[in-house]
């Protein structure tokens, strides 16, 4: 069984531009979350789909957005890119339950310039 | 609001020690709580996965306990080897819909 896949890998964007990542689920899975990773705040939760609809949202500015598709992949947006949003953004799958184990993609480093 | 503690942040120890990487958190209230380990620069690889309702978990070397009402859980490395080296963190789902709030994590480094 495949796991959580993430495209690209790694991305070099400049200041003012916008960029999509792309996460794609384990087959069965109707969730992704993400998350973004960074030295100083560690791991924090952006938001969460599940069947095509935002389920819970983190504090982050609308600048960050996201949306689901019917076969469950998922795409994250920044726009109007800053030097902070240089960071490993990783997208976890599960099965969508309170209960269930959540599995994570190897991640897509962003480089702000 | 969830918070969730790992300390101390980094952790060298000689192969072969057994060692226990503690986390904790301040709301008891929760589904379950998630060991990951990450290498550097990589995702996060899932370890174990406890329930609210369990105590501990088990897989080859790892053992994970859970004391939900002091809001602690321990993951203990049993005979430690150089390729245990890595980051782990822990994390709890709190609330509904898959939220995991997550420690800063214990880097461990595993002498030859």
């Known amino acids: 069984k495949a796991g959580v896949t993430q495209t690209p890998r790694y991305l070099i964007k400049t200041r003012g531009q916008q960029v999509t990542l792309s996460c794609s689920p384990i087959?069965?899975?109707?969730?992704v979350s993400w998350y973004q990773q960074t030295p100083g705040q560690g791991l924090q939760f952006l938001f969460e789909y599940f069947s095509e609809t935002q389920r819970n949202k983190g504090n982050f500015p609308g600048r960050f957005s996201g949306r689901q598709f019917s076969n469950s992949r998922s795409e994250m947006n920044v726009s109007t890119l800053e030097l902070g949003d240089s960071a490993l953004y990783l997208c976890?799958?599960?099965?969508?339950?309170?209960?269930?184990?959540?599995?994570f993609g190897p991640g897509t480093r962003l480089t702000v310039t | 609001k969830q918070e969730v503690t790992q300390i101390p942040a980094a952790l060298s120890v000689p192969e072969g020690e057994n060692l226990v990487l503690n986390c904790s958190f301040t709301?008891?209230?929760?589904?379950?709580l998630q060991w990951f380990r990450q290498d550097p620069g990589k995702g996060l690889t899932s370890l174990l996965l406890?329930?609210?309702?369990?105590r501990e978990q088990t897989s080859g070397r790892l053992n994970a306990s859970l004391d939900k009402s002091s809001g602690r859980s321990t993951l203990y490395i049993a005979a430690s080897q150089p390729g245990d080296s890595a980051t782990y963190l822990c994390a709890v789902s709190t609330g509904a819909n898959s939220k995991l709030t997550f420690g800063k994590g214990i880097t461990l480094s595993v002498r030859p």
């Open positions: 087959s069965g899975h109707r969730s």
């Open positions: 406890i329930q609210s309702s369990q």
């Open positions: 976890a799958s599960s099965r969508g339950g309170d209960f269930d184990e959540q599995y």
């Open positions: 709301d008891s209230a929760i589904y379950n």
